[in-house]
């Protein structure tokens, strides 16, 4: 048996259980750069670092984590930076794999060029960095090679397939417009390295370009007791195809929405809903404001919020349960100056 065989059976294996490099989420923007590498620090004012995990059934988790951070230059265009870890772990289990997981990471770099005026902005950025596949200690020992004089199994050499692992660089690309406290359009378009489809050796060999395009409207001024975040979007990924609509309401602290998934994967349509929660806890110093009501610097927060999604046990797409995020936002208050006259996006 070649080694080209055993690639292709351990990839049959998960991908009968769907593994894939991201999953559908009601958090998309966890992080500004982790959705699009051209939001990365283009909420000037302050730093934002998030941590995030979720669960799914059969034992399918997902971590996240990451942080970014925006400068000004003297030309009052911007730059912004930032560091994005992605991992899911998926069980397998099977005749030959008994507690084996099939391991997705990636490490990306995103950064960003913003030019803004009083009203308006828009920036493009660009992510660079490394996935990879990782099949675990028990995915099993296969033993499939043909006796010469037999239709039937023989005494051929046993192929382990435990520690298998594959890597590639990962290109992302983005762009977005925003208007001054209010309106967001992103568009971005990761995992460009698959636009070239993988040999069939390859653990890549059915990833595809995850292509997203959100739009958002935001009430958020942090001195007000109420506000309302409302997003849509669609992403492509390959067979599947899935858009996105949520609204959130701020009362104070706390926030509640909730949000709808329609979806089509491998020829079938289908959808999903969520709800979620979370409070943001201020700390040090508060948002100020200058005599035009514009966001000179914003608050240092600490935000928890939990998403949960009630359908999920009746769909055959892997969707996470339930999904917690853990984020900080920091402000910086020695770009008040140039913040009196331009454009910011207040959303966290």
């Known amino acids: ?29 966890w992080l500004n ?114 006796s010469t004089t037999s239709n039937t199994i023989g005494n051929a050499p046993s192929y382990a397939l435990n520690n298998q692992q594959e890597g590639k660089l990962d290109i992302g690309i983005g762009l977005s417009f925003f208007t001054h406290e209010h309106w967001v359009v992103s568009f971005s378009a990761l995992h460009l390295q698959h636009i070239i489809t993988s040999s069939s050796e390859s653990l890549f060999h059915n990833s595809y370009p995850l292509i997203n395009t959100y739009g958002q409207y935001i009430i958020n001024n942090p001195h007000n007791a109420f506000g309302w975040v409302s997003t849509a979007g669609y992403t492509w990924n390959g067979n599947t195809q899935r858009i996105f609509l949520s609204t959130e309401f701020r009362m104070s602290i706390i926030q509640i929405g909730g949000g709808w998934t329609p979806y089509y994967s491998n020829n079938s349509f289908d959808h999903i809903g969520f709800v979620s929660s979370s409070v943001s806890i201020p700390f040090g110093e508060t948002s100020s404001l200058n005599r035009r009501g514009r966001i000179e610097k914003a608050s240092d927060t600490i935000s928890l919020k939990l998403v949960y999604y009630p359908s999920v046990a009746t769909r055959t797409l892997i969707y996470p349960e339930l999904e917690l995020t853990l984020s900080a936002n920091i402000g910086q208050g020695k770009y008040t100056e140039q913040l009196k006259k331009l454009c910011t996006l207040p959303r966290d």
Do not use: C
């Open 1 to 29: 048996m070649t080694l080209r065989f055993i690639f292709m059976f351990t990839f049959v294996m998960y991908s009968y259980i769907g593994v894939s490099q991201d999953l559908p989420t009601g958090t998309p923007f």
């Open 33 to 146: 750069s982790a959705q699009n590498p051209a939001l990365a620090g283009t909420s000037i004012n302050k730093g934002t670092a998030a941590f995030r995990y979720g669960f799914a059934k059969d034992g399918i988790d997902y971590v996240d984590a990451g942080g970014e951070l925006g400068w000004m230059m003297k030309n009052e265009n911007g730059l912004g930076a930032g560091i994005n870890y992605h991992q899911i772990v998926y069980p397998l289990s099977n005749d030959i794999s008994e507690n084996g997981t099939v391991t997705y990471r990636n490490v990306s770099l995103p950064f960003s060029m913003i030019f803004r005026d009083r009203e308006k902005a828009f920036s493009m950025g660009i992510s660079l960095g490394y996935e990879q596949y990782a099949l675990g200690n028990n995915i099993g020992v296969y033993s499939s090679q043909l």
